[in-house]
Every structure is written in C-alpha cells, then in structure tokens.
C-alpha cells in the first residue's frame, strides 16, 4: 500500500491522532509513515503497523505521500519542516498542529506552491473529544480540505476559519480553555471541601458535575442559557449561587478578561 500520509512527530499529540485515524478506519497503519527521533516513541507506531524512522531521510524515495503532518514542538518547527522541502512541490499538503506558528513560516521554509493547513487542536483530542480549528492557504483544494476535516473529526469536532488573524483567539479560547475548565473543577473542590464534604467526594461531585453538565449542553441541543434557567428555579438555591457568579458579571468578566490576555501573549508568541 502506497503511503499517504507523514506523520512528523509521535509525541503525545501525534500519537493521540495516530491512534484516532487507525481506530476509526479512516486510515491503514501501511499507509502511514511516522518520522521520529526518539526510539520508545518510534517503537509505538511500528507496533501498530506503521513504518517509521529517525528522520526525514528514511521515507521511502518514491513516496509522495497526500499530506505530511508537522506534529513537533514550535521551538523545532523550522528545523523540522526543512527535511521535507523536496516535498514542497505542490503535490502535498503539509498539516501543522504547532501552536503560534504562522502559515507563512511554512511558506518560507517550503516555498510557495506548497498547500499549507494549520490546525489548533487541544488536549481532550488524546480521548477523541478534542476541538481542532483549521486555517489553509489559497493552495489548498477542497478535497483536501475534506480529508483533512474528516481525519481531524476522529479527534473531536472540526471548524475552520477563513481569517488567519483569528487563530490567536482560538488558541485563547479552545487551545487554552481546557485549562480553565480544571482549574474550574479544582476550584468548586475546594469550595466543596470548605462546603465541609470529605476530600474524595468533594473531587468526585465537582468533577461529575462539570462533567455531566457539559455533556448535558452537548447533546440536548439546548441553548446553555436556557439549560441554566430550568435549573434556576426562583429564590432557590441555584438563584443564590447564581447571583454571585453573574452579579455585575463577574464570571463573563473574569473570562473574557483571561481569554484577553491569552490572545494577547498567543500574538506575542507568534512574532
């Protein structure tokens, strides 16, 4: 089988999307070849049937594989990238899940007929539920533009934007906001505990709840607000709670002051 895909890097996140793309069918472990220096890691692609390397130099010379997939650490992005140039032709599509690296960092480095996709996934995507957002260049076909969403959908749900600039509030909001999300669940812990619960129950209720509830607004195809009215009932508890959390809108205030500055350090971290 001829192979279609690179997959540069086999970390954490590469092998998550790996382990994605050959679990849902969507492709074949010979048709997947995974470039990775380190050993343990390289050992785990060929233990699921794909071929793999230390380097770039190891795919096979004939192969022109549809998409290369850049899955290494910003820092290295350059160096990395760089080992495919000769496959800059225009028949590949590279895939880059490199948080904060512009589209025309790739261009530079691979020239200008190259298809160029930047993804911003985000951790969830290790078990499936992951939220990835999609930016090409003009180069891009539409088929390609639909493999690549169908790949990405075994990692969770896909969106795309047309505006390159937005990437940074992305980054804010989904690359970053599972972050905010657990300090959410450490948070109501503590209040539990300080609530007098005992240690483990306080972790299991916060936990559950926060679960449950965003599992809730996921599939009952409710709009949140209205989710939250019909657990509000009037002067009851809920009300209570609720009057501190939205009173002078300390909560969207607090949030969009960290989403804020969240785009804000991505732009830096951009230049």
């Known amino acids: 089988m001829a192979i279609r895909l690179v997959l540069a890097g086999c970390g954490n996140m590469g092998y998550a999307m790996l382990s994605g793309w050959l679990k849902s069918g969507k492709l074949a472990p010979a048709a997947v070849f995974v470039v990775e220096p380190n050993a343990e890691l390289r050992k785990r692609a060929e233990a699921v049937g794909c071929g793999a390397a230390a380097d770039a130099g190891g795919i096979p010379a004939d192969a022109v594989p549809a998409l290369v997939v850049i899955a290494v650490k910003p820092q290295v992005i350059r160096d990395v990238t760089a080992a495919y140039k000769r496959l800059g032709d225009g028949r590949t599509t590279f895939v880059s899940i490199a948080a904060g690296t512009p589209v025309a960092t790739f261009e530079d480095i691979l020239g200008n007929r190259a298809p160029i996709i930047r993804c911003m996934p985000n951790t969830p995507a290790a078990i499936g539920k992951g939220m990835m957002v999609v930016f090409s260049n003009r180069l891009v076909s539409d088929d390609t533009k639909r493999f690549v969403a169908d790949l990405l959908s075994a990692s969770g749900a896909v969106a795309d934007i047309d505006?390159?600039?937005?990437?940074?509030?992305?980054?804010?909001?989904?690359?970053?906001?599972?972050?905010?999300?657990?300090?959410?669940?450490?948070?109501?812990?503590?209040?539990?505990?300080?609530?007098?619960?005992?240690?483990?129950?306080?972790?299991?209720?916060?936990?559950?709840?926060?679960?449950?509830?965003?599992?809730?607004?996921?599939?009952?195809?409710?709009?949140?607000?209205?989710?939250?009215?019909?657990?509000?009932?009037?002067?009851?508890?809920?009300?209570?709670?609720?009057?501190?959390?939205?009173?002078?809108?300390?909560?969207?205030?607090?949030?969009?002051?960290?989403?804020e500055a969240a785009r804000l350090r991505s732009i830096e971290l951009g230049k």
């Open 163 to 259: 505006d390159e600039g937005l990437m940074d509030a992305v980054t804010a909001v989904s690359g970053s906001g599972p972050a905010y999300v657990f300090h959410f669940i450490e948070a109501l812990t503590v209040a539990a505990e300080k609530a007098g619960l005992p240690t483990a129950t306080a972790k299991l209720l916060a936990m559950q709840t926060v679960y449950g509830a965003a599992s809730l607004a996921a599939e009952s195809g409710e709009e949140p607000g209205v989710l939250r009215q019909q657990v509000t009932s009037p002067n009851g508890t809920t009300a209570a709670a609720l009057a501190v959390l939205m009173g002078e809108e300390r909560l969207t205030n607090l949030l969009t002051e960290a989403v």
